[in-house]
Each structure stands twice: as C-alpha cells, then as structure tokens.
C-alpha cells in the first residue's frame, strides 16, 4: 500500500517517531497511471480524493482507505513496527519509506466498484 504520510524523528528505543497520514490530493492526478501500471492499488491517506481517483479505482480495482488524522504519536506507539528509508534519504521526510503495520487502523473510502464513502454522505444533505 501507499501510505501518504509525513514522519517525524525517530526517538530512541521506538520503531517510529509520529507518522500520520496526510492529505493525498496533490497525487490525484497520477493514480490512474500508477494503477493502469499495477502500482498505487491501495493508498491510504486522510480526506477525501477527486472523482478521478474514483473513477480510476472502478476501472483498476484499487482501494482508498482512509485513517485517522491528528493520532500520528498513536500510529506510531501502537501500530507501527519498523521503519525504513528505500530511497533518496537526503530528502528527509519527503524519502521513500518502507513501514510494517500490525493493526493498523483505516477504513474504506473509495472501494474498487467505485463507492465513495465521501460523496455518499454529501448526498444524504
């Protein structure tokens, strides 16, 4: 999965320092390329995301989960089990990062028939 997130410092003796999820609307534009590629499948993030991301889960059988925003410290203390830089470490904390997860919570967003839980409420108003 692709968590966007921003991670803060690592302190000593725990496995991540705060890493919450964050907006990944910036990215919109991108995920039917990626998914047409087999990649960005499942992306977890916080908010709500463009039609187009909608539209490109229906088509590839992605998945948007969302998580918990302002919980980062919490992610990290009960969640995340080890963290590590793939690529370019001299970008900080905009690098390429591996995490492991063990009951990790998100829930879906957007499903791969093109629900969207977002636009679902709207439409209740």
């Given at each position: 999965?692709v968590?966007y997130?921003?991670?803060a410092?690592t302190p000593?003796?725990?496995?991540s320092?705060?890493?919450?999820?964050?907006?990944?609307?910036?990215?919109?534009s991108?995920?039917d390329?990626?998914q047409s590629?087999?990649g960005?499948?499942v992306?977890?993030?916080?908010g709500?995301?463009?039609?187009v991301?909608?539209?490109?889960?229906?088509?590839h059988?992605?998945?948007y989960l969302?998580?918990?925003?302002g919980?980062?410290?919490?992610l990290?203390?009960q969640?995340i089990?080890?963290?590590?830089?793939?690529?370019y470490?001299e970008l900080?904390m905009?690098?390429?990062?591996?995490i492991?997860?063990?009951?990790f919570?998100a829930?879906?967003?957007?499903?791969d028939k093109?629900?969207?839980f977002?636009?679902?409420?709207?439409?209740?108003?």
């Amino acid at each position: 999965a692709v968590y966007y997130a921003g991670p803060a410092k690592t302190p000593s003796g725990m496995a991540s320092g705060s890493f919450g999820p964050t907006t990944a609307g910036r990215m919109d534009s991108y995920v039917d390329l990626f998914q047409s590629r087999g990649g960005s499948m499942v992306m977890i993030a916080k908010g709500n995301r463009s039609p187009v991301v909608t539209a490109a889960c229906q088509k590839h059988g992605g998945f948007y989960l969302g998580s918990i925003g302002g919980a980062a410290a919490q992610l990290a203390q009960q969640s995340i089990r080890k963290v590590e830089v793939l690529e370019y470490p001299e970008l900080g904390m905009e690098a390429i990062w591996r995490i492991e997860v063990e009951d990790f919570p998100a829930f879906i967003i957007v499903d791969d028939k093109g629900n969207d839980f977002f636009a679902t409420l709207g439409s209740r108003h």
